[in-house]
Each structure stands twice: as structure tokens, then as C-alpha cells.
């Protein structure tokens, strides 16, 4: 297939510093390289192209992994969005070095997408890094949408994306409690050519820490903790690293200001973690990285820490406590932290390119044998509509407590996250939700405040959620 883009424009900087004009054309040729690798979308090219091109730096990243992972992430990015042809491009300078920027078309997704390309101040060896995501033209200016007509682009949308082999999963388009739309596309199992249904249980990844965080503010209403207790009140900070952990409030928890850093090991015992007492060893390698409420960073171990809390509080496990006073109450019947060697019925595995196999690959060896505070659960596009309505209507928690969750708190530096869920959007559409993310999978829950809409997108291969959401997004803005 003849592959076609248009070539990347060049810029030479100025004085005070800046690059020559011959660097800058070094620069956008080297992207121009880049581009070309990842649209022959083969393995051997992309491969060649990571390590003779990327820093020493980045290729001996997370444990001497890097190249492995860039040239998966590269791979995987390749396969689904196809050709990609550049619009504009531009070299910016930064304290490190220049990044190269620029907006891609993919036709296979029907989307643009901002290319970045993260250089060093080297003449070899240069790229520190690359991230492609997301970024659809805006359209408010255009005609605004009838309910109706919006809810007619979202269908023809993810139907299109999932037969061009981009959408697998699973979709849910609600005005309050009222499902507007639902679908489901693609497989289950690929092994066995199970399709996925309305009813099948996805991996829902971090999203699982929204019901950790209402656990939380459950037991707050009760008047069994408060907010502004110490962490320290319900963790023996002897079983912890490094830092004063007695600063951290449980709103610093909630809202990722905690400084909790992210700990080592699990990867090493995830196929044995089952419950809570399983990680009590990871303990001691969770440290302190800055004084809490001072900035925003996001910790997978603090919402492990909620976790367990929620134990030391109740008497109970996690997992029970979260079937009986979160899924129960919000009749979320299809949802749960399942042991993954264990057959549940209706579960999709996730699916990716995987370096090590050559070919579209289960992740099933790449994650723990059972999901838990953090991450990891199982759910479905009807029983996330149920979660959002039982929040909204005080189900779960209160109202008013509901609000403070679901409010940002720029007070502890956390402009975009309240407690136990992200807020976008701006002052006219407000998103909130959570999302999850890991290989093959991806997953989003947003409440669109003022608009009334709630979205589910659950989708087991690749990034299927993503562009799904940012269209949505994006038609969102017309209405």
C-alpha cells in the first residue's frame, strides 16, 4: 500500500541560544524518519528506529526495559491508528533540549492527533521520548446538535471505528438515568471468537479507585473517620519506609496530594496478591516524595493504603465491604474484583501487540491475579451507569458529601481532582469520572455536570476507549 504524508515543515530558531538551522533540519528529518517507520508498521523498521536513534537514557528506562517498551508503545500505536499524514509541525525549545510537535491525521480512526518527539541536546542517540494522543479539531463553531443528532453521531462514530477493526468493547450513551444508546463490538476472546455483549465484564483498571474513595467518604458520613484524620491513625507508619507519614491526611489520600511514592516489588507478587494481607511486605518500600497538599501526583500505593484502611475501620475485608456497600447498593450486579484463574462467565481478555510474541497478544501474563483499591476490577457499561446515578442521587453517600467529592481541590493542589475522581472539562461542561488504562485495555466513566449526559466506554483492545471519548468530547461542545 502506497503510503503518503506531507513532509515536516522546517524551523530554524533565532539567536539567544538557539539552534542552528542546520540542527533544526537534522531535527525535522529525524521525525520525518520516525513517522515514515511508524506508518510501514513493521516491527523490524520501528525496531531499528528505537535503538539507533533513542538516548542510552531511554532505552535503560524502568529496570532495563526501555527499548522494549518503546518499541511496543511504537508498534501498538502503529496498528491501530494506521497512516498517518501530518497537517502542521513545529520544533519548540525546551531547558532539556527541543520537542518536536506536531498534528497527524489517522484515516483508520478519523481523528487528528498532537505527535510529540522529545529530543536531547545530542547530535546521536537524541530521543528521550514520544507520546501520541488525542486532539480533534474544535468544532463549536459549527451548527449546534439536537439531542437526537448527537446521539446519532456517537453511534455512527464507534460503529465506524469497530469496522475499521479500531473499536472493541463496549459503549453506553445515558441523559440521567435514561440509556440513549448502547453497543457492543469486536471479541471477548479471540481465542475462541466469543463476540462481547452489553452484559460482558470488562477490566475496568483504575476506575476501581472511585469505589474506594466513596468506601472512604461512606465511612467519613458515618462519623467513623474524618477527612482530616492522620493516615497514621489507622496505618502503623512502622510498617511503612521512609517519611513522616504522619502529615498525611485522609484528604490527602483521596485527592493524590499525599506524597506517596510508588513502591517496589508487586510486579514480582502479582500473581500471588488475593487480598490485602498479600501486600503487607511491599509495606516498607512505600517512602514520601514531597510534603503533602503541596503538589498533585498521582499514587496507585495511596489508594492501595484507603484500601486498607477501609479494613482497619470495618472489621471486614476490602472486597467484602466493597460488595456489600458499594455494588449492592448501587445494584451493580456484574462487577467485582475476580480472581482471574477462576472462571467467571462473560469476561473479555485484553488485547495488544506484544513485542516478545510478534503478534496481537492476552495480557493475561502481564497483570495480577486479582484486582483490588487500586485497580484491576471487572464491570460492565450498565453497572458504571447504575455506579454514576446511585452517586448522583445520594444512593452511596450524601449529597452534599457527594459534592465535595466530586469537586476539585485546588486548595491542596489538586486543580483537577477531588476526592477519588478527575474533573475537566471547563466552567459550561464539566466532565467528571475516571478512567483506567493498562495493556490492551482502557476504560472511561465521564458525568458531564451541566449537560446531564453520562458516558461508559469500556474496550479490551488496544486504545479503543480513547477516541470514542474524545469524539464525544468533542460533539459535546455543540449542544
Do not use: C
Request: net charge positive; glycine share 8%.
Amino acid at each position: 500500500m502506497k503510503r503518503t504524508f506531507i513532509a515536516l515543515s522546517l524551523l530554524a530558531f533565532a539567536s539567544n541560544g538557539s539552534f542552528a538551522a542546520e540542527n533544526t533540519l537534522n531535527h525535522n528529518k529525524l521525525a520525518d524518519t520516525f513517522l515514515t517507520a511508524l506508518n510501514s508498521q513493521k516491527l523490524s523498521n520501528i525496531e531499528n528506529f528505537v535503538v539507533s536513534q533513542f538516548s542510552k537514557d531511554a532505552l535503560s528506562r524502568w529496570e532495563g526495559t526501555g527499548k522494549d517498551r518503546y518499541v511496543g508503545y511504537s508498534m501498538n500505536k502503529a496498528l491501530y491508528l494506521g497512516n498517518l499524514e501530518v497537517l502542521d509541525s513545529k520544533l519548540e525549545k525546551t531547558d532539556n533540549g527541543l520537542q518536536h510537535i506536531s498534528t497527524v491525521y489517522s484515516k483508520n480512526i478519523d481523528m487528528q492527533y498532537r505527535m510529540v518527539i522529545y529530543f536531547n541536546n545530542e547530535q546521536k542517540h537524541a530521543i528521550t521520548g514520544w507520546y501520541i494522543g488525542e486532539n480533534p479539531k474544535d468544532t463549536s463553531h459549527l451548527s449546534k446538535l439536537s439531542d437526537d443528532r448527537f446521539v446519532e453521531e456517537v453511534k455512527s462514530y464507534s460503529t465506524r471505528l469497530a469496522n475499521n477493526g479500531a473499536f472493541s468493547g463496549a459503549i453506553l450513551l445515558a441523559k440521567g438515568d435514561k440509556v440513549l444508546f448502547s453497543a457492543a463490538h469486536g471479541l471477548a476472546s479471540r481465542r475462541y471468537d466469543v463476540p462481547n455483549n452489553l452484559n460482558t465484564k470488562f477490566q475496568i483498571g483504575s476506575m476501581n479507585k472511585m469505589f474506594t474513595s466513596i468506601a472512604i467518604l461512606q465511612l467519613v458520613q458515618q462519623g467513623k473517620m474524618s477527612l482530616d484524620d492522620p493516615m497514621t491513625k489507622y496505618i502503623d507508619s512502622r510498617l511503612l519506609g521512609e517519611g513522616d507519614f504522619s502529615k498525611i491526611k485522609i484528604k490527602h489520600l483521596l485527592s493524590h496530594t499525599s506524597g506517596i511514592g510508588n513502591g517496589e516489588g508487586f510486579n514480582a507478587i502479582q500473581n500471588k496478591v488475593r487480598s490485602l494481607k498479600d501486600i503487607i511486605p511491599l509495606l516498607p518500600s512505600i517512602d514520601t516524595t514531597f510534603e503533602p497538599g503541596s503538589r498533585w501526583r498521582y499514587s496507585n500505593n495511596g489508594m492501595m493504603l484507603l484500601g486498607k484502611i477501609i479494613e482497619n475501620v470495618t472489621g471486614e475485608s476490602y472486597f467484602d465491604y466493597i460488595n456489600k456497600h458499594v455494588y449492592a447498593k448501587a445494584d451493580m450486579r456484574n462487577s467485582g474484583s475476580f480472581d482471574l484463574d477462576v472462571p467467571v462467565k462473560n469476561t473479555a481478555r485484553n488485547y495488544w501487540f506484544s513485542v516478545e510474541t510478534g503478534q496481537i497478544t492476552e495480557n493475561l501474563m502481564f497483570q495480577s491475579v486479582k484486582g483490588g483499591p487500586a485497580g484491576g476490577g471487572y464491570s460492565t457499561v450498565s453497572d458504571l451507569h447504575k455506579f454514576a446515578i446511585a452517586l448522583q442521587n445520594g444512593k452511596l453517600i450524601s449529597k452534599s458529601l457527594a459534592q465535595q467529592a466530586l469537586s476539585a481541590k485546588p486548595e491542596l493542589n489538586a486543580n483537577n481532582w477531588g476526592y477519588g475522581f478527575s474533573i475537566r472539562g471547563d466552567e459550561e461542561n464539566t466532565i467528571i469520572g475516571h478512567n483506567g488504562q493498562h495493556l490492551g485495555m482502557t476504560a472511561r466513566l465521564n458525568m458531564y455536570k451541566e449537560k446531564g449526559y453520562i458516558l461508559v466506554v469500556l474496550g479490551n483492545y488496544e486504545s479503543s476507549a480513547w477516541p470514542v471519548i474524545a469524539k464525544v468530547n468533542q460533539l459535546m461542545k455543540r449542544l
